[in-house]
């Protein structure tokens, strides 16, 4: 007989949860019983809290035997989205996995209605008190607000007071760090003003959990979280200047920046463009996004960027993430701006303590929400009275981004020795402002799933408020949920490093510095979906834009930024300028033995010409025995020389640059081939390099093969995997830019030296043109100039030919531009054509044996293709205005 539960037991699943549930940590509330630790409910569930009750009674026995494979599911999928976090520990610089929880955290209806008030009013409050702020100043003129600590935050921006933002209202979105404390109830342990994150990891969360327990997730009647977001993007277009039809952008660090991804699939969700500081410019007090088709003014900007990075011309001079006159363009109310720079102030915990008098004041309420106990060591009392006491406390930073030597981690004094805690003690004795005190908390517990068990870990859940444009707060009904790492202990309240911060680099140490030691992304945490149940209707508002027409697909274009046009220009160049390098590194290596000393002249000017040796290496056409040797290893060696502008490894680290700042443009078989040839070339040639061999030449010639056939399979994937658009076109000119350049420059050197009079001059020629097996199916063994000049300057159907480089760029830059046909038209004619040229009059040779109307041709290539280059990057990515007079042409 099977000892396999009834499977009509409608219990099993929540009785097995509970069989397989690890034992919390004493004094944290335990999600999973809903109950102080120790201490069990009853009823059916056998001691699940009855939403857990419910979730695992829903699913049966089948949801609880295949938890594992949905784990390993959520975790496919995260890789498969590309969802990633950028780590800065340790020194390094990595994007990992972003770290997904199966189990959500689980809110009742009762519960969340709490919840939902308290955040609604914590925000009016947070709005009404930065008007008062940076306008009338009535909360620190009457003591609810010490003056030092609001002029002394770095985040307090002097140029914003007395403005009045585009409708009115300071805030957009607010976000609130919320811990469940040992006694069941909800405390704030922070707040997030100036450029609240996480709304995109929030998204992905529920795009995947919410698949993984389908009938729960319906049965449960969990709400949904798009009509917040619609009510949020209503709001602000209602007080856009450019209403209902304003242009709405996403101001994004950068790639770099820890939470990018985030960026990237929010303003898709929300159907935003996403932006640098370098695609905005002001003009007229206006906000313009720079595109291929001009510039198209922006209404509403949406911004990741801290507040003192936004203006280099009234915050930071340093800055450049921001749009130079970006706050004069809100003084003059052309454009909205969310949230308001400033608004970084309030999230100081120096503040936590002045709440309730700034609510009783502004909103003459009863806060809802309490928050964490703090005591500000600016004001003299308070330190005095618990300068004795510094072990019961965690010792946070009054001031966080901008104050480099004011700012530090967060600190449990418990966990310091005698001698630390007395360090701290005149530390705080010396600036006693940049401290402030709070109570330890301890947050609830979730489970998680871990190799056949269920374990606790502590959770804190942010939840957002977004502001609905007429005068109300609509609260995401969810958050993001983060999960410490590692079991509970006694911490205090997270102290996040602001979003925008490209720097805020943290050791990883566990070492008892409260929340943040164990939930912070960077320390290791992971984070999970977030369900709120309703007893009323599910919302089933979608973002979901109407259906397209006909006349609209017809007339649609891809709006593509100056930004990317221009990293699309040279993504295209980089890698024409690496595929030049590895020829011509090829040829010169393997023509040493063997070349003729003009040979070798020629292969030493060009190697010199494009970084492959620096100045001062001999020549291997010199008669000295040494010469030669000398030439090869200093060639060999600067392959791999990354500083060095035009090597080989120069070029891969920016093709790689340039490919991860247009990531969402590129397919993942195209990026990843970018990114092994970066790092296994470099890797490689330094192993090689380091081996003690005396001839090392073979494995060199091998790698640069292997980097060749790589990069052959770049260039067919810029070829054959992106759509033909503007963009795409850059691309293609930026290689014919590079291309033309090259060739042009390598056949006037050698025609200048006469190497097609000699037989491995006449190959090296071929070879650089990469040409050979073509010239040969053509003309067999001629060694002739006009077949020569034929192949390599006339022929229109030999892609690396003169002539076609040059028609394909025409082509290219017409259709690019057809929008500014004017422009267009000059640009084209100031090209060079070589399939007008005379290939009699180009294979005519002086008295002195010079083909001077070749030189000349080719010397007028190169000045053309420096000259077009210029010109694209004033017009098209700088969008500056035309000269009086051009000088290229």
């Known amino acids: ?216 997730f319906r049965e449960l009647r969990v709400q949904r979280v798009a009509g917040a977001f619609r009510a949020w993007m209503d709001g602000l277009l209602r007080h856009a200047p450019g209403g209902a039809q304003a242009r709405v952008a996403l101001l994004t660090p950068g790639p770099h920046n820890e939470t990018y991804f985030e960026h990237v699939f929010l303003a898709r969700y929300l159907g935003v463009t996403l932006v640098e500081g370098s695609d905005l410019t002001v003009r007229g007090q206006r906000l313009y996004l720079k595109t291929l088709h001009g510039l198209e003014r922006v209404h509403v900007l949406l911004r990741r960027v801290d507040d003192e990075w936004l203006d280099p011309l009234e915050l930071r001079s340093d800055s450049g993430l921001g749009v130079p006159g970006l706050l004069q363009a809100m003084r003059a109310g052309e454009v909205l701006v969310a949230n308001a720079p400033g608004a970084g102030v309030l999230e100081s915990p120096g503040l936590h303590a002045f709440w309730p008098g700034v609510a009783e004041e502004l909103l003459g309420e009863e806060l809802l929400l309490p928050a964490t106990t703090s005591w500000w060591c600016g004001e003299d009392s308070v330190w005095a009275a618990h300068r004795d006491r510094l072990a019961s406390f965690v010792i946070v930073p009054t001031f966080r981004a901008g104050a480099v030597t004011r700012d530090f981690e967060p600190v449990l004094a418990a966990a310091l020795s005698p001698a630390d805690r007395a360090a701290w003690v005149a530390r705080i004795d010396a600036d006693p402002a940049a401290h402030t005190l709070l109570a330890p908390v301890r947050p609830s517990e979730q489970p998680i799933w871990r190799d056949g068990r269920i374990e606790p870990r502590p959770v804190v859940l942010r939840v957002y408020a977004m502001a609905d444009g007429q005068g109300g707060w609509q609260v995401l009904p969810g958050g993001l949920t983060r999960v410490a790492a590692q079991p509970g202990g006694a911490p205090g309240a997270e102290a996040e490093r602001p979003d925008g911060q490209q720097n805020g680099r943290r050791d990883g140490r566990r070492d008892g510095r409260g929340v943040d030691a164990y939930l912070s992304m960077q320390r290791g945490s992971a984070s999970t979906d977030t369900w709120v149940l309703t007893d009323g209707e599910v919302d089933e508002t979608s973002l979901l834009p109407r259906p397209l027409s006909a006349e609209e697909l017809a007339g649609s274009r891809r709006v593509i930024t100056s930004r990317a046009a221009e990293n699309l220009f040279w993504l295209g160049r980089y890698t024409e300028r690496a595929e030049n390098t590895v020829r011509l590194a090829r040829l010169a290596l393997e023509a040493l033995p063997t070349a003729s000393a003009p040979v070798l002249a020629v292969l030493h000017g060009l190697a010199l010409r494009h970084g492959l040796i620096a100045a001062g290496v001999p020549s291997p056409a010199h008669p000295s025995a040494q010469a030669a040797r000398l030439f090869e290893r200093a060639l060999v060696r600067a392959l791999g020389d990354a500083q060095e502008s035009y090597s080989l490894a120069f070029n891969l680290r920016s093709l790689r640059q340039c490919a991860q700042a247009l990531r969402e443009r590129l397919s993942p078989e195209h990026w990843t081939l970018i990114e092994q040839l970066e790092a296994n070339f470099s890797t490689r040639l330094g192993e090689t390099l380091a081996e003690e061999r005396h001839e090392p030449l073979s494995d060199v010639l091998q790698l640069l093969g292997r980097a060749a056939t790589h990069l052959a399979a770049i260039t067919g994937a810029q070829t054959d995997r992106m759509t033909r658009d503007d963009g795409w076109r850059l691309l293609s000119v930026g290689r014919q830019v590079e291309r033309l350049e090259m060739l042009a420059h390598a056949l006037a050197a050698g025609f200048e030296a006469r190497l097609h009079t000699l037989d491995d001059g006449f190959a090296l020629l071929l070879g650089l043109f990469d040409s050979t097996i073509t010239y040969r199916a053509q003309f067999q063994a001629r060694r002739e100039v006009l077949p020569l000049l034929h192949l390599l300057v006339m022929d229109t159907d030999n892609p690396r030919s003169l002539a076609w480089v040059a028609r394909t760029m025409r082509e290219r830059l017409l259709k690019l531009a057809r929008h500014d046909p004017a422009w267009a038209a000059a640009v084209a004619q100031a090209l060079p054509r070589p399939h007008e040229w005379s290939l009699a009059e180009l294979g005519r040779a002086g008295a002195d044996g010079r083909h001077g109307a070749l030189l000349v041709a080719l010397q007028g290539c190169g000045q053309a293709t420096r000259g077009l280059s210029d010109e694209l990057s004033r017009h098209l990515f700088s969008h500056v205005g035309a000269p009086e007079r051009s000088v290229w042409q």
């Open 1 to 216: 007989m099977s000892s396999r539960l009834p499977i009509e037991d409608p219990h099993l699943a929540a009785r097995l949860a509970l069989a397989a549930a690890g034992r919390g940590t004493a004094g944290h509330h335990d999600e999973l019983r809903g109950a102080l630790t120790g201490v069990l409910p009853g009823g059916a569930g056998a001691g699940l809290a009855p939403l857990w009750q419910r979730f695992f009674t829903v699913g049966g026995e089948a949801l609880w035997t295949d938890l594992g494979a949905r784990l390993e599911r959520v975790q496919r999928r995260v890789r498969e989205d590309g969802a990633t976090y950028n780590i800065y520990a340790g020194g390094g610089d990595a994007a990992q996995q972003w770290p997904l929880e199966l189990l959500p955290l689980l809110i009742g209806t009762r519960e969340w209605a709490h919840i939902e008030r308290g955040v609604r009013q914590r925000a009016r409050l947070l709005d009404a008190t930065l008007a008062d702020v940076y306008g009338p100043q009535r909360l620190m003129r009457d003591g609810l607000l010490p003056p030092s600590l609001i002029y002394g935050h770095p985040q307090y921006l002097r140029p914003m007071h007395g403005l009045r933002p585009a409708g009115g209202s300071w805030l957009q979105l607010v976000a609130l760090d919320l811990a469940r404390g040992p006694d069941g109830h909800w405390w704030v342990v922070g707040h997030r003003t100036q450029a609240p994150s996480g709304l995109g990891y929030l998204l992905e969360n529920r795009l995947i959990i919410a698949q993984q327990f389908p009938e729960a």
